[in-house]
T-cell receptor, first 118, second 114 residues
C-alpha cells in the first residue's frame, strides 16, 4: 500500500516551453500532496503544499506563476513548470500524505521526475 | 539555526555489521515527529521509520531502529546487519506540531562494503 507514482520519470525540453508533471496516489486518497525540488547532492527543498480543491500554499521564494500546481482530485496533483529555463533543470519529487491508525501523517514519495531544460 | 542536522556527509560500513546514522533536531514545539527516509541512486524516497515526540519506546521496523534521546534532541537511525542494498542516501526529517510539512536534513551517504 501507499504507492505514489509520477509521470514522466524524465523529460528534456527546450527553453521557453512548459512542462507538466503528474503525481498520483495509486492505492489511497490523499487530501494533501507536496512538491519538492532536489538539486544534485543536496537535500529536498519543499516548494509547495497542495490541498485537494483549494489553492496550493507556496514556500517563500517559490514563484507561484512559474510553478503552477493543481490538485483536482484526491489522487492527482500536477506541477506545471511554465516557460522553463535551464536553471529550472532539477529533480522534482512529489509526496502524498496518509494518516495512519495512530493519527500520524506520513508522507510517501513518488519516484521523481528529472527535468532538463536545454 | 538548522532545524535538522546530519553531521555525517558519508559513512562506510562492512556488510553484516551495524551502523548508526546521526540526526539532531531543534524545536520548541512539544509535539513533533521524526522520520527517516532512504534515497537510493534511482531517486525515490523510501519511508523507513517514524518516532513521535510522545512515544515512550524507541521505534523499530525490521532491521531499522531509532535511538530517540529526547533530552539531547537526537534521533539516530541504527541499521543492523547491513546489506549491500542499504547503500544509499539517508535523510532525517522532522514535522512540527500540527503542520504536515517535513523539514529535511542534508543527508548522509552510506556505503556498504562486502
Amino acid at each position: 500500500g501507499a504507492v505514489v507514482s509520477q509521470h514522466p520519470s524524465w523529460v528534456i525540453c527546450k527553453s521557453g516551453t512548459s512542462v507538466k508533471i503528474e503525481c498520483r496516489s495509486l492505492d489511497f486518497q490523499a487530501t494533501t500532496m507536496f512538491w519538492y525540488r532536489q538539486f544534485p547532492k543536496q537535500s529536498l527543498m519543499l516548494m509547495a503544499t497542495s490541498n485537494e480543491g483549494s489553492k496550493a500554499t507556496y514556500e517563500q521564494g517559490v514563484e507561484k506563476d512559474k510553478f503552477l500546481i493543481n490538485h483536482a482530485s484526491l489522487t492527482l496533483s500536477t506541477l506545471t513548470v511554465t516557460s522553463a529555463h535551464p536553471e529550472d533543470s532539477s529533480f522534482y519529487i512529489c509526496s502524498a500524505s496518509i494518516r495512519g491508525r495512530d493519527s500520524t501523517d506520513t508522507q510517501y514519495f513518488g519516484p521523481g521526475t528529472r527535468l532538463t531544460v536545454l | 539555526a538548522q532545524k535538522i542536522t546530519q553531521t555525517q556527509p558519508g559513512m562506510f560500513v562492512q556488510e553484516k555489521e551495524a551502523v548508526t546514522l546521526d540526526c539532531t533536531y531543534d524545536t520548541s514545539d512539544p509535539s513533533y515527529g521524526l522520520f527517516w527516509y532512504k534515497q537510493p541512486s534511482s531517486g525515490e524516497m523510501i519511508f523507513l521509520i517514524y518516532q513521535g515526540s510522545y512515544d515512550q519506546q524507541n521505534a523499530t521496523e525490521g532491521r531499522y531502529s531509532l535511538n530517540f534521546q529526547k533530552a539531547r534532541k537526537s534521533a539516530n537511525l541504527v541499521i543492523s546487519a547491513s546489506q549491500l542494498g542499504d547503500s544509499a542516501m539517508y535523510f532525517c526529517a522532522m514535522r512540527e506540531g500540527g503542520y504536515n510539512k517535513l523539514i529535511f536534513g542534508a543527508g548522509t551517504r552510506l556505503a556498504v562494503h562486502p
